[in-house]
């Protein structure tokens, strides 16, 4: 079993950056696929972008993809999302994913493909 942290969330500005991480413990993070979600107010939660456990493939939502970057350090067990130009749109809390199975899977889009997640990250961008 692998717990996982979320920070790095907060609230910025339309056109700014943030930084999340996903701290994992427990197991040796590199045998994990991750991913991260976000979930606005009233909405359904929706994929954001994976990674596999080698960190070789990515993949990412059509809203964010040239904005946002996911990558990871399996040597600090970590796994980030970068996300530039956002835009108030981008306003959710943001939730990181991992699942062990097929680890190597590339494109793993759907919620009910990762069994650990963390407690999440609010992002906030103002117009």
């Known amino acids: 079993q692998v717990q996982l942290v979320e920070s790095g969330g907060g609230l910025v500005q339309a056109g700014g950056s943030l930084r999340l991480s996903c701290v994992a413990s427990g197991r040796t993070f590199g045998g994990y696929a991750a991913a991260w979600f976000r979930q606005a107010a009233g909405k359904e939660r929706e994929f954001v972008a994976a990674?596999?456990?080698?960190?070789?493939?990515?993949a990412y939502a059509d809203s964010v993809s040239g904005r946002f970057t996911i990558s990871r350090d399996n040597a600090r067990n970590t796994v980030f999302l970068q996300m530039n130009s956002l835009r108030p749109g981008d306003t959710a809390d943001y939730y990181c994913?991992?699942?062990?199975?097929?680890?190597?899977?590339?494109?793993?889009?759907?919620?009910?493909?990762?069994?650990?997640w963390g407690q999440g990250t609010q992002v906030t961008v103002s117009s």
């Open positions: 990674i596999t456990s080698s960190g070789g493939g990515t």
């Open positions: 994913a991992a699942d062990s199975t097929r680890p190597n899977m590339a494109g793993r889009r759907y919620y009910f493909e990762y069994r650990y």
